[in-house]
Structure formats: structure tokens, C-alpha cells
T-cell receptor, first 114, second 110 residues
């Protein structure tokens, strides 16, 4: 069974640009959660999508958005990038809602904003 | 904001020794999970313990949960070099969000 796949793995952007990250969950998983990981703030919850609907959102500005498609694949978008957006963005999938059971994480997309 | 806080922040032990780390949290939970992260990689689920359980084992891992003290501990016995990683506790709330602590970095010396 294939694991969670995130693309791209690494990317470099400049301030003001926008970026889209993609996440393919494990087959059959309906929930996709996104986390931002930085050395200073640790793992911060961004949002959760379940059956194509955003079910939860963390404390991030509106520049951070996401969506989930009918095949459960998810994308997150960050517009007007700032230096502080440099981070490892992790996607996790699960069978049911995010906190009920085990999360399966992808390897992450490492974003560097110059 | 982070619900769980791990202690210590870092731990260095000799191969073969046991490693113990603790997690404290603030609000009531349905379950608590532990994850491992190797440098710059994704997180790997280790164990989930429900609020009505007090202790759980998985291989060389032992997790305890004390809901009255709002704390949990993770014990890794007979550590190996491959156990070098960061360990995170994660707690849920009624809002289905899973909140992670800042993590404990464990270094196992050969």
C-alpha cells in the first residue's frame, strides 16, 4: 500500500510569490490534515479536510488556504509569501477525522522563502 | 498553540540504556499519541493510548497515562542507534484537532 505522497519535496520561492503544495493520501483515507513545522514554533496545525470539506482550521492568516478533491487528494496554497513562511509543510492522512486515530505523515515539502 | 509539552527537550544516552520522556497537557483528552521524527523527515506513529487506559506496550516502547496529573511518559528500553530521533506527544480535543508538543530530541551514542 503506497504511503502519503507530498510534492514537491523542496522548493525555493521569493517574497510575494505564491506556492501550491500537493498531498496524495493513502488509498481509502478520507481525512487530510496539514501542519507547518518550524524550529521556533514546532508543529502547528493548519487545517483538516474530510470528504472535501474543511472541518478545522488553525490560527493562520487567510493567505493560507487549501482544498480537497473527490479522490481525497489535497492541495494547500500560500499566497504573498513572507520570509516567516519558510518551513517544512507536512501532510497527514487518516481513515477518519484527524484526532480519532493514527495519522500517516508524508515526508513533507520544505519551502524556503528568500 | 501547543497542548502538550515534552520534557526534557533533549536527551543523550548510551546504546543499551533506557530513555524516558514525559508529556504534560492542559485540557482533558480522548486519547494521546506518540510519534517519532527522524531528522527532516515525516512523523511516524508509535503508539496511541486512550483516556481510559493507564499503560500500553509496543515492542520496546512503554507508554503510561495519568489523566489526573494530565501527563504521559514514553519509555524506550534497550535503546539502539536507530532510536536517535525527535519524539512528540500529540493530544486531541473535542474539536478533532491533534496538537503536538515541542518534542524531545533523543541521541543514542554508540
Amino acid at each position: 500500500k503506497a504511503g502519503v505522497t507530498q510534492t514537491p519535496r523542496y522548493l525555493i520561492k521569493t517574497r510575494g510569490q505564491q506556492v501550491t503544495l500537493s498531498c496524495s493520501p493513502i488509498s481509502g483515507h478520507r481525512s487530510v490534515s496539514w501542519y507547518q513545522q518550524t524550529p521556533g514554533q514546532g508543529l502547528q496545525f493548519l487545517f483538516e479536510y474530510f470528504s472535501e470539506t474543511q472541518r478545522n482550521k488553525g490560527n493562520f492568516p487567510g493567505r493560507f488556504s487549501g482544498r480537497q478533491f473527490s479522490n481525497s487528494r489535497s492541495e494547500m496554497n500560500v499566497s504573498t509569501l513572507e520570509l516567516g513562511d519558510s518551513a517544512l509543510y507536512l501532510c497527514a492522512s487518516s481513515l477518519d477525522r484527524g484526532s480519532i486515530g493514527e495519522l500517516f505523515f508524508g515526508e513533507g515539502s520544505r519551502l524556503t522563502v528568500l | 498553540s501547543q497542548q502538550g509539552e515534552e520534557d526534557p527537550q533533549a536527551l543523550s544516552i548510551q546504546e543499551g540504556e533506557n530513555a524516558t520522556m514525559n508529556c504534560s497537557y492542559k485540557t482533558s483528552i480522548n486519547n494521546l499519541q506518540w510519534y517519532r521524527q527522524n531528522s527532516g523527515r515525516g512523523l511516524v506513529h508509535l503508539i496511541l493510548i486512550r483516556s481510559n487506559e493507564r499503560e500500553k506496550h509496543s515492542g520496546r516502547l512503554r507508554v503510561t497515562l495519568d489523566t489526573s496529573k494530565k501527563s504521559s511518559s514514553l519509555l524506550i528500553t534497550a535503546s539502539r542507534a536507530a532510536d536517535t530521533a525527535s519524539y512528540f506527544c500529540a493530544t486531541d480535543g473535542n474539536d478533532y484537532k491533534l496538537s503536538f508538543g515541542a518534542g524531545t530530541t533523543v541521541t543514542v551514542r554508540a
